[in-house]
T-cell receptor, first 109, second 111 residues
Framework: GQNIDQPTEMTATEGAIVQINCTYQ??????LFWYQQHAGEAPTFLSY??LDGLEEKGRFSSFLSRSKGYSYLLLKELQMKDSASYLCAVRDSNYQLIWGAGTKLIIKP | SQTIHQWPATLVQPVGSPLSLECTVE??????LYWYRQAAGRGLQLLFYSVGIGQISSEVPQNLSASRPQDRQFILSSKKLLLSDSGFYLC??????????FGNGTRLTVT
Protein backbone atom coordinates (compact mmCIF):
# COMPACT_ATOMS: atom_id res chain seq x y z
CA GLY A 1 0.00 0.00 0.00
CA GLN A 2 0.88 3.64 -0.12
CA ASN A 3 2.08 5.35 3.02
CA ILE A 4 3.32 8.75 4.16
CA ASP A 5 4.86 9.04 7.64
CA GLN A 6 5.53 12.22 9.54
CA PRO A 7 5.74 12.96 13.27
CA THR A 8 2.44 13.78 14.92
CA GLU A 9 3.66 16.75 16.92
CA MET A 10 6.82 18.81 17.45
CA THR A 11 7.70 21.66 19.77
CA ALA A 12 10.28 24.36 19.11
CA THR A 13 11.32 27.72 20.49
CA GLU A 14 10.77 31.09 18.85
CA GLY A 15 13.85 32.11 16.88
CA ALA A 16 15.17 28.57 16.58
CA ILE A 17 15.31 26.11 13.66
CA VAL A 18 13.11 23.03 13.28
CA GLN A 19 13.20 20.15 10.80
CA ILE A 20 10.03 18.19 10.02
CA ASN A 21 10.68 14.84 8.39
CA CYS A 22 8.51 12.93 5.95
CA THR A 23 9.10 9.41 4.62
CA TYR A 24 7.02 7.88 1.89
CA GLN A 25 6.27 4.62 0.11
CA UNK A 26 4.13 5.20 -2.96
CA UNK A 27 3.29 3.67 -6.32
CA UNK A 28 5.54 5.86 -8.40
CA UNK A 29 6.67 9.40 -7.72
CA UNK A 30 5.78 12.63 -9.49
CA UNK A 31 6.71 15.19 -6.90
CA LEU A 32 6.45 15.95 -3.20
CA PHE A 33 4.57 18.87 -1.71
CA TRP A 34 4.56 20.60 1.64
CA TYR A 35 1.53 22.53 2.87
CA GLN A 36 0.94 24.67 5.95
CA GLN A 37 -2.42 24.55 7.70
CA HIS A 38 -3.33 26.90 10.53
CA ALA A 39 -6.02 25.68 12.91
CA GLY A 40 -9.48 26.02 11.37
CA GLU A 41 -8.15 27.11 8.00
CA ALA A 42 -7.46 25.49 4.64
CA PRO A 43 -3.98 24.24 3.74
CA THR A 44 -1.76 26.61 1.80
CA PHE A 45 1.03 25.55 -0.54
CA LEU A 46 4.61 25.95 0.74
CA SER A 47 6.97 24.02 -1.50
CA TYR A 48 7.39 21.46 -4.26
CA UNK A 49 10.29 19.06 -4.88
CA UNK A 50 10.57 16.71 -7.84
CA LEU A 51 14.36 16.40 -8.12
CA ASP A 52 16.80 15.49 -5.35
CA GLY A 53 18.22 18.36 -3.36
CA LEU A 54 17.28 21.44 -1.46
CA GLU A 55 14.72 24.07 -2.48
CA GLU A 56 14.98 27.30 -0.53
CA LYS A 57 12.22 29.85 -0.21
CA GLY A 58 12.90 32.52 2.37
CA ARG A 59 12.85 31.08 5.90
CA PHE A 60 11.53 27.76 4.59
CA SER A 61 13.54 25.08 2.77
CA SER A 62 12.52 21.63 1.59
CA PHE A 63 14.82 18.71 0.83
CA LEU A 64 14.18 15.56 -1.17
CA SER A 65 15.99 12.24 -1.55
CA ARG A 66 14.06 10.02 -3.95
CA SER A 67 16.33 7.00 -3.41
CA LYS A 68 15.59 7.11 0.32
CA GLY A 69 11.91 8.04 0.01
CA TYR A 70 12.61 10.95 2.32
CA SER A 71 11.96 14.66 2.57
CA TYR A 72 12.22 17.31 5.23
CA LEU A 73 10.90 20.81 5.70
CA LEU A 74 13.29 23.17 7.46
CA LEU A 75 11.95 26.26 9.13
CA LYS A 76 14.45 28.90 10.27
CA GLU A 77 14.09 31.90 12.58
CA LEU A 78 10.85 30.53 13.92
CA GLN A 79 8.04 32.96 14.61
CA MET A 80 4.92 32.44 16.69
CA LYS A 81 2.84 32.60 13.51
CA ASP A 82 4.61 29.43 12.30
CA SER A 83 2.55 27.46 14.82
CA ALA A 84 0.48 25.28 12.48
CA SER A 85 0.21 21.80 11.04
CA TYR A 86 2.55 20.90 8.19
CA LEU A 87 1.31 18.39 5.65
CA CYS A 88 3.52 16.28 3.39
CA ALA A 89 1.96 14.93 0.19
CA VAL A 90 3.36 12.81 -2.65
CA ARG A 91 1.96 12.67 -6.18
CA ASP A 92 1.96 9.07 -7.34
CA SER A 93 2.20 7.49 -10.79
CA ASN A 94 -1.51 8.24 -11.42
CA TYR A 95 -0.93 11.89 -10.50
CA GLN A 96 -3.01 11.46 -7.37
CA LEU A 97 -1.87 13.09 -4.12
CA ILE A 98 -1.19 10.81 -1.17
CA TRP A 99 -1.33 12.79 2.09
CA GLY A 100 0.43 12.37 5.39
CA ALA A 101 -1.58 12.98 8.56
CA GLY A 102 0.33 16.19 9.26
CA THR A 103 2.78 17.39 11.91
CA LYS A 104 1.46 19.86 14.47
CA LEU A 105 4.21 22.36 15.23
CA ILE A 106 4.01 24.23 18.53
CA ILE A 107 6.19 27.31 18.93
CA LYS A 108 7.02 28.43 22.45
CA PRO A 109 8.30 31.92 23.31
CA SER B 1 -3.39 32.04 -10.88
CA GLN B 2 -6.42 30.02 -9.96
CA THR B 3 -8.74 30.91 -7.09
CA ILE B 4 -11.11 28.44 -5.48
CA HIS B 5 -14.37 29.87 -4.14
CA GLN B 6 -16.27 27.78 -1.65
CA TRP B 7 -19.33 28.53 0.44
CA PRO B 8 -20.74 28.66 3.00
CA ALA B 9 -17.92 28.91 5.54
CA THR B 10 -19.98 27.38 8.33
CA LEU B 11 -23.09 25.22 8.24
CA VAL B 12 -25.18 23.57 10.93
CA GLN B 13 -27.68 21.02 9.68
CA PRO B 14 -29.98 18.51 11.41
CA VAL B 15 -29.61 14.78 10.87
CA GLY B 16 -31.63 13.64 7.85
CA SER B 17 -31.55 17.00 6.07
CA PRO B 18 -30.07 17.44 2.57
CA LEU B 19 -26.74 19.07 1.80
CA SER B 20 -25.38 21.03 -1.11
CA LEU B 21 -21.93 22.60 -1.05
CA GLU B 22 -20.77 24.52 -4.09
CA CYS B 23 -17.26 25.22 -5.31
CA THR B 24 -16.30 27.39 -8.25
CA VAL B 25 -12.91 28.00 -9.84
CA GLU B 26 -11.60 31.26 -11.21
CA UNK B 27 -8.51 31.96 -13.29
CA UNK B 28 -8.05 28.68 -15.09
CA UNK B 29 -9.89 26.24 -17.32
CA UNK B 30 -10.21 22.46 -17.33
CA UNK B 31 -8.87 21.97 -13.82
CA UNK B 32 -8.92 18.70 -11.91
CA LEU B 33 -11.24 19.29 -8.97
CA TYR B 34 -11.36 17.55 -5.61
CA TRP B 35 -13.54 17.31 -2.52
CA TYR B 36 -11.74 16.45 0.71
CA ARG B 37 -13.01 16.00 4.24
CA GLN B 38 -10.94 16.55 7.36
CA ALA B 39 -12.09 15.37 10.77
CA ALA B 40 -10.86 17.37 13.77
CA GLY B 41 -7.13 16.82 14.30
CA ARG B 42 -6.91 14.37 11.43
CA GLY B 43 -5.47 14.27 7.91
CA LEU B 44 -7.20 14.89 4.60
CA GLN B 45 -9.55 12.24 3.25
CA LEU B 46 -10.20 12.39 -0.50
CA LEU B 47 -13.92 12.01 -1.19
CA PHE B 48 -14.32 12.72 -4.91
CA TYR B 49 -12.29 13.99 -7.81
CA SER B 50 -13.18 15.09 -11.31
CA VAL B 51 -11.04 15.49 -14.42
CA GLY B 52 -13.81 17.04 -16.52
CA ILE B 53 -17.50 17.90 -16.88
CA GLY B 54 -19.69 15.01 -15.78
CA GLN B 55 -16.69 12.87 -14.80
CA ILE B 56 -16.67 11.93 -11.12
CA SER B 57 -14.53 9.38 -9.31
CA SER B 58 -15.49 8.33 -5.81
CA GLU B 59 -12.76 7.31 -3.43
CA VAL B 60 -14.81 6.32 -0.40
CA PRO B 61 -18.30 4.72 -0.34
CA GLN B 62 -20.47 6.95 1.79
CA ASN B 63 -23.55 9.05 2.15
CA LEU B 64 -22.33 11.73 -0.23
CA SER B 65 -22.30 12.37 -3.97
CA ALA B 66 -20.62 14.89 -6.25
CA SER B 67 -21.43 16.47 -9.58
CA ARG B 68 -19.61 18.69 -12.05
CA PRO B 69 -22.22 20.40 -14.23
CA GLN B 70 -19.78 22.96 -15.62
CA ASP B 71 -16.02 23.06 -16.14
CA ARG B 72 -15.43 25.35 -13.16
CA GLN B 73 -18.20 24.16 -10.86
CA PHE B 74 -18.05 21.23 -8.45
CA ILE B 75 -20.92 20.35 -6.11
CA LEU B 76 -20.99 18.06 -3.09
CA SER B 77 -24.40 16.75 -2.06
CA SER B 78 -26.21 14.47 0.31
CA LYS B 79 -29.88 13.49 0.40
CA LYS B 80 -29.87 12.71 4.15
CA LEU B 81 -27.06 13.81 6.43
CA LEU B 82 -25.69 11.56 9.16
CA LEU B 83 -23.93 12.65 12.35
CA SER B 84 -20.75 11.12 10.95
CA ASP B 85 -20.85 13.58 8.03
CA SER B 86 -19.69 16.37 10.33
CA GLY B 87 -16.28 17.72 9.42
CA PHE B 88 -14.29 20.30 7.52
CA TYR B 89 -14.98 20.06 3.78
CA LEU B 90 -12.40 21.39 1.37
CA CYS B 91 -12.66 21.92 -2.35
CA UNK B 92 -9.38 21.98 -4.26
CA UNK B 93 -8.28 22.49 -7.82
CA UNK B 94 -5.22 21.66 -9.83
CA UNK B 95 -4.00 22.13 -13.38
CA UNK B 96 -1.18 20.15 -14.94
CA UNK B 97 2.09 20.47 -13.05
CA UNK B 98 0.73 23.07 -10.66
CA UNK B 99 0.28 22.58 -6.94
CA UNK B 100 -3.14 21.88 -5.52
CA UNK B 101 -4.95 25.02 -4.35
CA PHE B 102 -7.70 24.90 -1.75
CA GLY B 103 -10.83 26.92 -1.11
CA ASN B 104 -11.37 28.30 2.38
CA GLY B 105 -13.41 25.28 3.44
CA THR B 106 -16.84 24.65 4.92
CA ARG B 107 -17.18 23.55 8.52
CA LEU B 108 -20.25 21.30 8.66
CA THR B 109 -21.84 20.33 11.96
CA VAL B 110 -24.64 17.78 11.82
CA THR B 111 -26.80 17.89 14.95
Amino acid sequence: GQNIDQPTEMTATEGAIVQINCTYQTSGFNGLFWYQQHAGEAPTFLSYNVLDGLEEKGRFSSFLSRSKGYSYLLLKELQMKDSASYLCAVRDSNYQLIWGAGTKLIIKP
Amino acid sequence: SQTIHQWPATLVQPVGSPLSLECTVEGTSNPNLYWYRQAAGRGLQLLFYSVGIGQISSEVPQNLSASRPQDRQFILSSKKLLLSDSGFYLCAGQTYNSPLHFGNGTRLTVT
